[in-house]
């Protein structure tokens, strides 16, 4: 039994973190949207700084969050990938990279981990499928 989890203190922590997920999450979502280089090579930031719009970054974060979007790229840039891009991360590679760290890794952070990790894979997949469609219909 958790007795941690029975404490005030300890169930309003929880609740913060199961709130902080998903603003993490989006903001990866922002990052990969903005980052990820199109069938040209080109991101939507340089396709933007080409046509004189204004910059769009992606929504700051408390700088007291910052080292989970560390981790979170950290982590990220050893995934693996597939024949049709990366694949999710496992929790194995996270468990690895602590341990490789000496990062402890508390159960709300590594959600908040997989949460991220889940606004990067279908952030992804959309921006594919984009590619997909406009080559597609030749565009």
Known sequence: MDRQADRPGARRRSRFFLELGPILADHIAQHVRLNTPDEN????????????????????VNPDFEYLLEWFWDISAGRSHGFSGPNPLSMTEIANWSTLTGTVVRREELSILRAMDGAFMSAIAKEQAEVTERQKSGA
């Open 41 to 60: 090579g080109e991101t939507r930031r340089q396709r933007n700084e080409r046509f004189g719009l204004p910059a769009v970054d992606p929504d700051t």
